[in-house]
């Protein structure tokens, strides 16, 4: 299943090469929220609230009103998620609170599902160069996404996988790297990360992955109608 995703930056919607270069912005963001109308899940993430410059509370508030959104950014206590759940999410991605000194902060896991459900926590796991990313994928830890990935899985119903190494470049993704974390877990994974065409969306959809892609679709090279 294709997860359609929109970035938030500045009150606009926005596409980052490798999390760092603006490739694409659009001050509206309705022309998108209509695409997406028809998608039943959507990804929604709050990168001000991820880098802690801010945050696009209203905008965030406002698409949850109208789209089925899991939103990411910022999530880094249990009153920050249960204030997104509150506007209208229908589940939370955490990323790098879930890790501390260099493993799984599992005590913020567990208390985490704990207050909001777990069936409500989306864990991000990225990965690049073999090895889990965190802090806007600048921060390296010495433990493998498989390993993050079954530490975390008591705690969420879904995660959420980001190939790194190729996000934003519209180069293909790594299905040998997402095929490890599915054979690491009973829990729904996402895959993120270079996916580019409908062949490896199918390819994904096949092995029970869903596939979340940006780049692809506001470039117009992955159309949405086929």
Not at 36 to 44: A, G, I, M, T
Not at 136 to 150: Q, R, S, Y
Request: proline fraction near 4%; charge should be negative; aromatic fraction near 4%.
């Amino acid at each position: 299943m294709l997860i359609p995703s929109i970035d938030l930056q500045n009150g606009a919607v926005v596409q980052l090469v490798q999390g760092e270069k603006l490739a694409i912005r659009a001050a509206d963001a309705e022309p998108w929220i209509q695409k997406f109308s028809r998608f039943p899940r959507v990804q929604l993430i709050d990168l001000d609230a991820a880098m802690g410059k801010g945050d696009n509370a209203a905008i965030v508030s406002s698409i949850c009103g109208r789209l089925p959104c899991r939103v990411g950014g910022g999530i880094r206590s249990v009153e920050r998620a249960q204030a997104v759940l509150g506007a209208g999410a229908h589940a939370v991605i955490a990323s790098s609170a879930l890790f501390r000194d260099g493993g799984v902060d599992v005590a913020f896991a567990k208390a985490l599902a704990e207050a909001v459900g777990s069936e409500r926590v989306i864990a991000a796991v990225d990965s690049k160069g073999g090895q889990v990313v965190i802090h806007g994928w600048k921060t390296a830890l010495p433990i493998t996404a498989v390993e993050a990935v079954k530490a975390l899985e008591p705690y969420c119903a879904e995660f959420l996988y980001t190939h790194v190494d190729l996000e934003g470049l519209m180069q293909g993704t790594s299905m040998p790297a997402i095929m490890a974390v599915r054979e690491a877990t009973s829990r729904r994974v996402t895959a993120a990360g270079g996916i580019t065409t409908w062949t490896e969306i199918d390819a994904l959809d096949a092995a029970g992955v869903d596939a979340v892609v940006g780049m692809a679709v506001y470039t117009g090279q992955l159309p949405l109608d086929r």
